[in-house]
């Protein structure tokens, strides 16, 4: 090796990109993004002693991190490579519970989160997670001469992986979820083995419910059985509960309770509050007080965010 | 005590040419004062291959005009006490006009063209100046890279036969979003812009545009800047993106006190960072970055917040006098007012440790005269932090056209100027 090669080979080995910056990640409302307070599955603004961490899951598709996730929040964590330090709820809020308004900042060399998209990872101290991803923002590498990174990044904007959307903006951690990806919980379905019946529109069990439907609501596509998904129950008041069962913890699933006078008017989104049984956070519900109207139908809609 | 007559006049003569007087003896006369800031640049090491100092053009080079504009056409300007203009022609270098008082406070325009009774500005000024002998300018040159590290490398920044191999001066561009790069060429002994053979020692570094240094070298170096104190405020023209800007010199020196948050040309606001302006300071001193701070509106309320940090004080603590203010921006550009003051700060600033470095080699300054001090004349040089109270330095070393002095070691913000006393012999 001649000397001019060798002293080049070096140069190489010696002058790594450097990755540095910051990510400054906020859950502040503003006049377009009206996230309201984070909460737990139960519905309880989370609290400081919620940890929240920016970082990136290297080389794994939202599936795969969802996947990992219906394994348990260890698996999460271990595949987790953290950007900076840790954070808290409430931290840049004034300490307000379910908010946080974070910077973080890391200069070391470590090349783990070079292009990868940017993620955050909420734990709770009772082992409630949720993970969202920025679509679009990944981490940059700092070049020699220009000017350090830095992105802007509000959670209303990101993916949420892992964790309950109640709606367009409410969001809770949750449990580990009891399912992954629809095409691993398909493909655990090993009976079903004609490709078109393990799309999510088809309906393997002809039961008139969607196979993504009954992913969504911890149904099983193999059999025509299992219970429904809704139903309406008294309850002493003289009002009613209309309540579906979801799986917690599918993140770009959202749940979608519908209402209609008579079917044949547009359905539109049930006015009122969806909140999780208290007794079951499997199962989300809604009262109908009295007085009643003579006729109302409902119906749910589940659709999976991209 | 009888001074004598030719002693007198020309302690008088001396006295005239030194402005603004400063009340002292009645032997005494000063000249304005002047900046020199000695700055630490870090060299490379093993963990950090590349270390950036980030600089601010603060001290300023000679004032070529300050007085009144007469009238004012689209971009024409005239000057009121200098009907002919044209000596400007004469001044190597590109040249702006500062708007100094006014509703147009602030503004920088170049000047494109001098003539035989008007100048040619950049940009219309009609908003920005008001005819009539009622807004006051500053004209000077933009410093170029030889005149802040000189045409040779004077301080001895790392060369190379590459950018990639040298230590480079950053300029960033807003507009383009990018940087420009420029180095010591190791064989053709000057400055060149990457990529670019050709000599780039006449580069601007624009006002009011920031830069930074990239070090690949090892070994702290010092350099020293030196000029006119740049108190003068400054509208800073912020584009979509980000962008690097000097900060006028402010003895009170915080964010609070130096950027505007409310009133004409303020920060844009907003509810959470992500729909403000984003400020981070660089401080070349410590290489530190403070920030991220946005001014927060919300509810009728506004107050500056530094991102992460409840109740944070940092808005308020005084900063490094050289740091460089980094904006970005989501929305469209316009401009951010920031604020010059020599008024002295409620709170004393600590002095900036020295911090020598071994085997440091001896920095000048210079201050410039515009006639010989007469040998019965003693010249002395004084030095303070906060342009109040001055204290002895040094006995200057006269040279043609200006005095010099040696620094202090180590780094150091500081102001000085010269005293030409009359000391009358005793019979």
């Known amino acids: 090796m001649t000397t001019l090669f060798r002293s080049i080979f070096l140069a190489g080995l010696v002058s790594p990109s450097l990755l540095a910056g910051t990510v400054l990640i906020t859950t502040l409302p503003d006049e377009n993004r009206e996230l309201a307070p984070l909460t737990s599955l139960e519905g309880i603004p989370l609290s400081p002693g919620t940890q929240v961490r920016v970082g990136a899951f290297p080389s794994l598709d939202d599936d795969q991190v969802l996947d990992l996730a219906s394994q348990g929040l260890d698996e999460v964590v271990a595949a987790f490579v953290p950007f900076g330090g840790s954070r808290e709820i409430g931290q840049g809020a004034d300490g307000a519970a379910g908010g946080f308004e974070i910077a973080v900042k890391d200069s070391s060399t470590a090349a783990a989160w070079a292009g990868q998209t940017v993620s955050l990872l909420i734990q709770t101290a009772g082992g409630e997670f949720l993970v969202a991803r920025f679509p679009g923002k990944v981490f940059e590498p700092e070049s020699e001469t220009g000017l350090e990174p830095l992105l802007c990044l509000h959670l209303a904007d990101a993916k949420v992986i892992v964790g309950n959307r109640q709606n367009e903006n409410s969001l809770a951690t949750s449990t580990a979820p009891s399912v992954g990806s629809f095409d691993t919980w398909m493909a655990g379905h090993e009976s079903i083995t004609d490709l078109l019946m393990k799309s999510p529109d088809a309906d393997a069990d002809s039961d008139g419910r969607s196979n993504f439907l009954e992913y969504a609501t911890g149904g099983d596509p193999t059999s025509p059985d299992d219970p429904a998904a809704c139903g309406i129950t008294p309850d002493p008041e003289g009002g009613f509960w209309v309540h579906f069962h979801r799986v917690t913890g599918l993140g770009t699933v959202r749940y979608d309770l519908q209402a209609s006078a008579d079917m044949a008017a547009a359905w539109t989104t049930a006015e009122g509050s969806l909140q999780p049984d208290p007794e079951n956070a499997n199962t989300l519900r809604m009262r109908l007080a009295p007085p009643l109207q003579p006729a109302l139908f409902f119906r749910l809609n589940v659709e999976q965010k991209k | ?425 005793i019979r």
Request: aromatic share 8%.
């Open chain 2, 1 to 425: 005590m009888n001074v004598p007559p030719l002693i007198r006049s020309t302690l008088a003569c001396l006295a005239a040419v030194f402005l603004p007087l400063c009340p002292g003896s009645a032997q005494d006369a000063y000249s304005s004062p002047r900046g020199a800031y000695t700055v630490k640049l870090p060299g490379a090491t093993a963990e950090k291959p590349q270390v950036r100092t980030y600089l601010g053009i603060q001290l300023m080079p000679e004032t070529r005009f300050a007085g009144r504009v007469g009238q004012v056409s689209g971009r024409v300007i005239s000057l009121v006490s200098s009907p002919d203009p044209s000596f400007l022609s004469e001044i190597p270098g590109k040249k702006y006009v500062h708007v100094l008082t006014g509703s147009g406070e602030g503004f920088v325009t170049d000047i494109d063209q001098v003539g035989a009774s008007t100048i040619t500005c950049a940009d219309d000024v009609t908003q920005w100046i008001l005819p009539g002998n009622q807004t006051q300018i500053r004209i000077r040159c933009h410093p170029t890279i030889s005149d802040i590290l000189g045409p040779d490398n004077r301080f001895g920044l790392g060369s190379g036969q590459d950018a990639g191999s040298a230590d480079n001066l950053v300029v960033w561009d807003p507009e383009l979003q990018n940087e420009r790069v420029y180095y010591f060429h190791s064989s053709r002994l000057r400055w060149e812009e990457k990529d670019t053979e050709a000599d780039a020692g006449g580069a601007i570094l624009r006002f009011p545009h920031g830069f930074y240094i990239v070090r690949r070298s090892t070994g702290t170096l010092r350099i020293a800047l030196s000029g006119e104190i740049g108190s003068d405020s400054v509208l800073l023209p912020v584009r979509t993106g980000a962008n690097v800007f000097s900060l006028p010199v402010n003895l009170s020196a915080s964010l609070y006190q130096i950027v505007r948050a409310e009133g004409m040309f303020p920060v844009l606001s907003g509810s959470n960072a992500t729909s403000a302006d984003i400020l981070t300071l660089e401080e070349p001193t410590t290489g530190v970055q403070r920030g991220p701070f946005y001014q927060m509106a919300h509810d009728g309320e506004s107050r500056w917040c530094e991102v992460g940090v409840d109740d944070s004080t940092a808005p308020l603590q005084p900063l490094d006098f050289l740091s460089t203010l980094v904006v970005r921006r989501e929305g469209p550009g316009g401009y951010v007012f920031a604020k010059g003051s020599l008024e002295p700060p409620a709170i004393p600033i600590p002095p900036l440790p020295p911090d020598p470095e071994a085997d440091e080699t001896p920095l000048f300054a210079e201050i410039p005269l515009r006639q010989p001090i007469p040998a019965d004349l003693t010249a002395t040089v004084e030095t303070s932090t906060d342009l109040q109270t001055w204290t002895t330095y040094t006995t200057p070393e006269l040279l043609p056209g200006k005095v010099t002095f040696q620094l202090p070691s180590g780094q150091g913000r500081a102001f000085y100027r010269l005293k030409v006393s009359y000391t009358p012999w």
